[in-house]
């Protein structure tokens, strides 16, 4: 418990820290927001308005409490570039609330596409007794990890797009309007985050069995009559994943940080292609918030992952 | 991006395999770097020269690798685009080694405060997605060629200092090391001249893990438009502006997008060859 509790402080303390430092950031460099909205030829008089509406007169360290709190109430901001009509300037939550489920089921199924292929691949790689088959799994994923994942976008997108008419590339259906449609079009960019991923998963699960395979338990299990099958899926799988959790954790920030750029490949609208647009037009209350969204759920998947090593391991708990 | 730590198969023979790796990847860098090298100071057709009745030109003997739609020689801006790349990237990972391997030096063999808070701040970065950290680095100093090395340049950094402090941890209490204590050697003379040799082993390999890190995020940010700025060719922007001719001129697309592959691909053999040769 009281471990839980120091991690959840550290957790706290991080987005803290993060959201301090980006915010600060944001306040050194040079540029006037103010002149940037309403350009040069802005009256003094609209400049202190729209100055005193952002709250842009008080120091920089009033400012950041007093956005923190309102963050933590919910009230996510005004973006400087994007405005809901002539007059209103454009919430951050609105502008952020229908592309963020875009982003997480592009995560998902990119995960799920991983789980699924990497694990019997590893498994069959690390069985395999013919050395043809070993030096094709070697080359093949090798080669598979050399490729960007924007690269491997664009073959997608030549080879099953515009050769073989499986999907309509650069389209894109709402998942308010056909969710399945939606999932359709969410498949081929999911698979082009995923493949260097299954790559190098099957590669590190491989040499984690390897490793296994040789401890002396395994010789207990065929000693006491198990067959192989149940010596590698009940004894030596289970302990080869522990490693494999770890290196999951990390794959899944590798994700979000793929689905960025294979946003930007597809045309599919999620935070990726917002955080890109926005970084280029400097529209920082958009970028921070993106920011501490994904830090969270950076520290957050690490914090679940540490969680499931005690569940799958108590040994871990005890020491 | 960072490649785990894989150890090595049981089976295989190794020292024939290791010399494999080592050719091949030597054979695939030497090609692309010094076609790279060369792209930076003369190039078949000019880089930035259109001509419009050769536009969507598919490969022939004049252009190997076509041309694109302002009718520019492919062939010739992959030259330019591979040495742009490979230059940024081999600055950016001598910058941040350098950095790293200084930082981590000095924490991995006094320890004390100054350990606790590199430490603490590199586990913290060394979780995000470069990238990522790369695009708000770009945020914060603005596009350009110069903000593009030094925001990559920081970003990588982290990963160097934990493996080089991991070294010097070790080596701090080798008997060789204490000997030297002994005998009165100056602090900095035993971190550096006599800890750094020893751990070149491991850092080159981590140098050339590096180098592919840094190829694939400049590729990736030129491809996103916040790196190298068009009409100056680099693999990452014409893949981008190819996007757009897929269905007229899928060459266009496969030419720079191969050629970060044959880059990633011969600097990995490379490295997976030294480290199972051991050099």
């Given at each position: ?73 919910g ?11 002539m ?44 050395r ?49 449609g ?67 954790g ?46 969270f ?23 | ?10 089976s295989a ?14 054979v695939?860098?030497g ?40 009718g ?12 742009t ?85 070790r080596?701090?209490?080798a ?26 082993p ?11 890190n ?66």
């Open positions: 418990m009281r471990y839980f509790a120091k991690k959840i402080l550290t957790l706290i303390m991080t987005l803290f820290l993060v959201s301090a430092a980006a915010f600060l950031a944001f306040q050194v460099i040079p540029g006037d927001v103010v002149t940037s909205i309403l350009g040069t030829e802005a009256t003094p008089e609209r400049e202190e308005q729209l100055r005193e509406q952002l709250g842009l007169s008080k120091p920089p360290v009033i400012r950041y409490f007093s956005w923190a709190a309102d963050v933590l109430r009230d996510l901001g005004v973006s400087y570039r994007y405005s809901k009509n007059t209103e300037m454009m919430p951050v939550a609105e502008l952020i609330g229908d592309k963020l489920p875009v982003t997480l089921y592009l995560a998902a199924l990119s995960l799920a596409f991983i789980l699924v292929f990497s694990i019997p691949l590893g498994v069959i790689w690390a069985k395999s007794r013919s043809l088959l070993d030096a094709f799994f070697g080359v093949t994923t090798q080669a598979a990890m050399a490729l960007p994942s924007f690269f491997l976008g664009i073959l997608v997108t030549y080879v099953c797009g515009i050769v073989l008419h499986l999907f309509a590339p650069g389209g894109y259906v709402s998942y308010q309007k056909d969710f399945w939606f999932l359709r079009y969410l498949l081929f960019p999911a698979l082009s985050v995923a493949i260097p991923k299954i790559a190098m998963t099957a590669r590190f699960l491989r040499n984690a069995l390897l490793t296994e395979l040789s401890a002396d338990y395994v010789r207990t299990a065929y000693g006491k009559g198990c067959t192989g099958r149940r010596v590698m899926y009940c004894h030596v799988l289970r302990n080869a994943l522990m490693p494999v959790l770890t290196f999951l990390m794959i899944i920030a590798e994700i979000v940080a793929g689905s960025i750029v294979i946003e930007q490949v597809f045309g599919l609208p999620g935070i990726g292609r917002l955080l890109v647009s926005s970084v280029s037009t400097r529209d920082f209350p958009v970028v921070e918030i993106l920011i501490l969204y994904i830090t759920v950076v520290i957050f998947v690490y914090f679940l992952v540490d969680i499931l090593y005690r569940v799958v391991d108590p040994r871990i708990s005890e020491k | 991006m960072d490649t785990p730590s894989v150890r090595p198969g049981p023979p190794r020292a024939r395999k290791a010399n494999l790796y080592l050719a091949a990847g030597l695939m860098t090609l692309a770097v010094s076609l790279g090298v060369l792209g930076l100071f003369w190039t078949p057709y000019s880089t930035t020269a259109m001509s419009v009745p050769d536009r969507f030109a598919p490969p022939s003997l004049a252009h190997p690798f076509g041309t694109d739609n302002f520019r020689d492919i062939f010739s801006r992959v030259m330019q685009g591979m040495g790349t490979v230059c940024i990237s081999v600055l950016v990972v001598l910058a941040s080694a350098a950095a790293g391997v200084l930082l981590g030096a000095f924490t991995g063999y006094f320890g004390g405060l100054l350990d606790e808070v590199v430490m603490r701040f590199t586990d913290a970065v060394n979780g995000f997605p470069s990238i990522l950290l790369a695009l708000v680095m770009i945020s914060l100093l603005g596009n350009g060629r110069q903000n593009l090395i030094l925001s990559l340049s920081i970003v990588f950094v982290p990963s160097y200092v934990r493996i080089v402090r991991s070294e010097y941890l080596l701090r209490d008997d060789y090391i204490c000997r030297a204590r002994l005998m009165g050697v100056n602090r900095l003379r035993v971190l550096f001249v006599h800890i750094l040799p020893n751990i070149l491991v850092l080159s390999v981590s140098l050339l893990i590096g180098l592919n840094a190829i694939l995020a400049e590729s990736g940010m030129s491809y996103l438009g916040i790196g190298i700025q068009p009409p100056e060719a680099s693999l990452g922007n014409m893949l981008s502006d190819a996007q757009g001719y897929l269905q007229a001129a899928p060459w266009y697309a496969l030419a720079p997008g191969l050629s970060i592959v044959w880059l990633v691909l011969g600097f990995s053999l490379f490295g997976e060859g030294i480290r199972r040769g051991g050099v």
